[in-house]
């Protein structure tokens, strides 16, 4: 169970990575979807309904494949991230972090200590093979796990440099629709304000050495944002998938 995370290796060769949103946790969806070949589910548990069980669950359905699990995590909650990560995470996002201090904090609560201050359960715990690949698990102390945080407020553009410099933080992924609420204009992508608050984080994260992650919105999708300079695009949810589609079969056979 324990391994090379693929998402880190494939970003890390210079590849882009697509992905789909997991906001209904359905163990089956993700089977179908990590097989059909995405390079990482996000099990959303910031706006998905789903328990760190249901997370469990999910991510045994990807089992076999180098489908990545990436679980966006309620808050930046060092309890949380703890038990998300011994759950068997591969990967983490935390939202709106703000400030370089949060940033360090995301980081050492994926580290065992003295670098971090995750507990350690590594002899028991899913992510180290219950216990199978304890050591191994425990001396590379969170090498594998790829950290991803994101911008979603004024404040955190405002703080950029800062946030970049610090280490262990993989990726920063700009999050829309929470940063254009910061300026007054929920879900307006064609905002001034907002557009320039984008444009600004987008620049910065692309000349760092960190990745540059993104959410696809109206004409600015994976294709376009790939070609601007983004590593990572999230372009597709289960929930859409579904409504579209059934929504489409319906309009095209429903007799009138």
């Excluded at 990436?70 to 709106?96: C, F, H, Q």
């Excluded at 993104?214 to 590593?231: I, K, N, S, T």
Aim: glycine content about 8%.
């Amino acid at each position: 169970m324990y391994r090379p995370n693929p998402l880190k290796q494939k970003l890390r060769a210079g590849k882009k990575a697509l992905g789909c949103w997991m906001h209904l946790e359905s163990p089956i969806a993700a089977e179908m979807l990590a097989l059909i070949g995405f390079d990482f589910l996000v099990i959303d548990h910031e706006h998905g309904p789903g328990s760190i069980m249901d997370a469990i669950h999910t991510m045994q359905a990807m089992n076999g494949t180098d489908c990545v699990p990436l679980v966006r995590v309620p808050w930046n909650d060092t309890v949380y991230l703890k038990r998300i990560l011994d759950a068997g995470a591969e990967a983490i996002m935390v939202p709106s972090v703000e400030t370089a201090q949060e940033a360090e904090a995301v980081v050492r609560a994926c580290r065992y200590p003295p670098i971090g201050v995750r507990g350690a359960a590594y002899p028991v715990v899913r992510a180290s093979s219950y216990g199978l690949e304890g050591e191994r698990y425990r001396d590379e102390n969170g090498k594998e796990i790829f950290i991803i945080c994101q911008v979603e407020t004024v404040k955190a553009v405002e703080n950029i440099d800062a946030l970049l410099s610090v280490e262990g933080v993989d990726m920063w992924f700009i999050g829309p629709m929470d940063l254009s609420a910061t300026v007054g204009k929920l879900g307006d992508f064609n905002n001034p304000e907002f557009q320039k608050l984008k444009r600004k984080a987008e620049e910065a994260i692309a000349a760092s050495d960190k990745f540059l992650g993104g959410l696809p919105w109206d004409e600015d999708q994976a294709d376009v944002m790939f070609a601007r300079g983004y590593d990572l695009a999230i372009g597709a949810s289960d929930v859409i998938i579904l409504r579209e589609g059934a929504r489409e079969h319906l309009t095209k056979f429903r007799p009138k």
